[in-house]
């Protein structure tokens, strides 16, 4: 096992030098020493969140109110401000219009691209549709459709007209769609009528249908076409269905338009993303233009040391916070990389080459998929343009770290985590720091997080809540149609009044490093050793023979449980007598022997979400007598047909 901590790479004095997180601090007239930026970055934080404004030049108005007002979970920022996302993201399209903008790719091959200019038309001529469908400011706008062009350019539309978008990948079940977008009364809804996904055409027509009838508020329907679309509007008779207007993407986009942009306040609603949904109804989170535009300007400027030269993908679909991340790249001038489609078609190498061949300079995928790429002994080649590697969505353990090194020893690898609730991450990598395994090397500019002990009090060294006792610009405005803001204040400030609780168990290192464990919520307890489960994930997933794992500890408040381990075999593999005995014993090696499973159960499936994390929670709910129906959305699951096998009859 790779020892947590272990030094894998430096930033030369080079890298140091040319980061633009140095340019930054050299501008403020500040050492380029990270703990002393992050340090003066929450002890002043209206001092360093102007600065982000000016340093980056964002197109609005700052107006004369204050930058900081209120507490959490009432804070206010940049009072008397006007701004558009879309103005920022389409800055540079009149002085520079043939730089390119986009690429979109697909499992089969195809490949489309999109210079500044012609990005910004598309934009015009879809505003100029949806201002003709009646679209206007605080409308929204909902899609069931992939990551494709046709996705990015009406969102920045709807975004250029301050109406609100939110979007939901094709691949999710009509229930989880209809409980989501319900909740927010979409007034047009833009969606594929399939997807393509690991060599299948899936067809989403009828649950189209079914999602469109269930939403009283539409107006209109725009579908989008694959490359087949012509032929299919031909067949299709044009007008109403079910009550509301029927509008291909050719009819949305056909006219001509002014690429105006409507300036609205900074904490004007700019999308709706919601919670996992894996168990009752999605929260529907709601952000602001404002906080979005300077977090992801210094996330991805200062942290992934993004900027017009590069190329920038991460895998993603359109229903995870990650896709929003992603188009935030059009911010600081980055070509943004779309991918539709299977990250392991038809080799699990799939985005690998995708990197290689696009020139890929910043590449950000799940934790599991380097788990994978490491377990299949992948050896990425053809990526010297690459020098950034994002993992995010499920802590990535030491062996992970070590991995990518040695795969790709001059690339800095950045473990990021932070979540749909803020849209970015509160801790991560930074050009000026070195990457050591198992750890993410800082708490990020502006994010004052924090460990705290149950009773509110800070730890340094200890695994703790994971807390942020300063406000973000990228915290939630609202959640939709939550007029007293009861639910926000339940979902975050319960715990600790004034403090935001993530969910998260984390260490902070005395030297600033971090390490998450995974959700505070499903947290191994036995005999009053708390641990994380990605510390025992990082135990049995190394073994050659397990393919995947749950691990559930069923104690309540005051009485100690089973702790019960869930694995999915690899292909030819068996539990054998011999491997469960292995089991037993490394868990008690490497963790304590009050975490040696009292039942190692064999499943054909781990239950996930959509966006592939682990129903850790749900799952405990059903061994807790919970029924499946009640404990998970099955709508929001990747795999519902495996939750029977994690019902216990005794």
Not at 87 to 114: F, H, K, Q, W
Not at 174 to 196: C, H, M, N
Not at 325 to 349: F, K, M, N, Q
Not at 591 to 598: A, D, I
Request: proline share 7%; aromatic share 10%; net charge negative.
């Amino acid at each position: 096992m790779v020892e947590e901590g272990a030094l894998l790479w430096e930033p030369s004095p080079e890298v140091v030098k040319n980061a633009r997180i140095t340019r930054y601090a050299e501008w403020l007239g500040r050492s380029a020493d990270y703990e002393s930026l992050w340090r003066w970055s929450v002890d002043a934080p209206a001092e360093f969140w102007t600065s982000i404004w000016d340093y980056f030049g964002v197109v609005g108005e700052r107006g004369d109110g204050p930058v900081i007002s209120g507490e959490m979970p009432g804070t206010r920022w940049f009072e008397g401000s006007t701004l558009n996302y879309a103005a920022n993201a389409l800055r540079g399209a009149a002085a520079d219009p043939d730089r390119l903008a986009v690429v979109s790719r697909d499992e089969a091959g195809g490949r489309r691209t999109l210079t500044l200019g012609e990005l910004a038309e598309e934009v015009a001529r879809v505003r100029a549709g949806l201002a003709a469908l009646g679209v206007g400011r605080g409308d929204r706008v909902a899609a069931y459709a992939p990551n494709i062009p046709e996705t990015l350019v009406a969102f920045l539309a709807t975004a250029s007209l301050g109406a609100v978008w939110s979007s939901c990948s094709p691949d999710f079940g009509a229930p989880s769609v209809i409980d989501r977008f319900t909740q927010i009364e979409p007034k047009v809804l833009v969606a594929v009528d399939g997807y393509d996904y690991n060599g299948r055409r899936f067809d989403r027509a009828e649950v189209v249908r079914d999602i469109a009838s269930r939403l009283p508020t539409l107006v209109a329907l725009v579908r989008v076409g694959g490359p087949d679309a012509a032929g299919r509007d031909a067949e299709r008779e044009s007008g109403p269905e079910g009550g509301v207007a029927t509008v291909s993407w050719e009819e949305l986009r056909a006219d001509a338009g002014p690429l105006d942009f409507e300036p609205v306040p900074f904490g004007h609603p700019l999308w709706i993303v919601y919670s996992s949904g894996t168990t009752g109804l999605p929260k529907p989170i709601v952000h602001g233009h404002g906080g979005v535009v300077l977090e992801h300007l210094k996330a991805l400027s200062f942290h992934q040391d993004l900027g017009e030269d590069d190329v920038f993908f991460w895998y993603t679909t359109t229903g995870w916070m990650m896709w929003n991340y992603l188009v935030g790249g059009l911010l600081v001038g980055a070509t943004v990389v779309l991918y539709d489609g299977s990250a392991t078609h038809p080799e699990t190498d799939a985005l690998w080459r995708l990197a290689a061949e696009e020139g890929v300079t910043y590449f950000g995928t799940g934790a599991p998929y380097l788990i994978a790429s490491m377990k299949a002994g992948l050896e990425p080649a053809g990526l010297d343009r690459l020098r950034g590697l994002g993992s995010t969505g499920s802590p990535l353990p030491p062996e992970g770290f070590a991995w990518v090194h040695d795969a790709l020893p001059d690339v800095q690898l950045g473990s990021f985590s932070g979540g749909t609730d803020v849209c970015t991450g509160f801790v991560g990598a930074v050009p000026l720091l070195p990457v050591r395994a198992g750890v993410i090397p800082c708490r990020c500019l502006g994010a004052k997080v924090e460990s705290f002990d149950p009773s509110g009090a800070p730890l340094v060294g200890e695994v703790g809540e994971l807390v942020l006792t300063l406000p973000m610009p990228s915290m939630p405005v609202m959640f939709w149609n939550d007029a007293d803001g009861s639910r926000y204040r339940e979902s975050y400030f319960a715990e600790f009044p004034g403090v935001w609780r993530h969910g998260d168990w984390i260490k902070i290192l005395p030297d600033g490093g971090c390490v998450i464990y995974g959700r505070s919520d499903s947290t191994l307890n036995r005999g009053g050793v708390r641990m994380g489960t990605s510390e025992f994930y990082r135990v049995v997933e190394r073994f050659e023979e397990i393919a995947d794992s749950l691990v559930i500890d069923t104690g309540q408040l005051g009485q100690e449980g089973s702790l019960l381990l869930y694995v999915t075999m690899a292909e030819e593999a068996t539990l054998t007598d011999d491997l469960v005995a292995r089991l037993r014993a490394d868990l008690r090696e490497a963790l304590s022997p009050r975490h040696v499973p009292n039942e190692i159960i064999e499943v054909p499936g781990i239950p996930r979400t959509l966006s592939g994390k682990k129903l850790e929670v749900p799952v405990r709910k059903i061994l807790l007598g919970v029924p499946p129906e009640k404990a998970a959305n099955l709508d929001a699951m990747a795999n519902p047909e495996v939750l029977p096998y994690f019902t216990r009859g005794d």
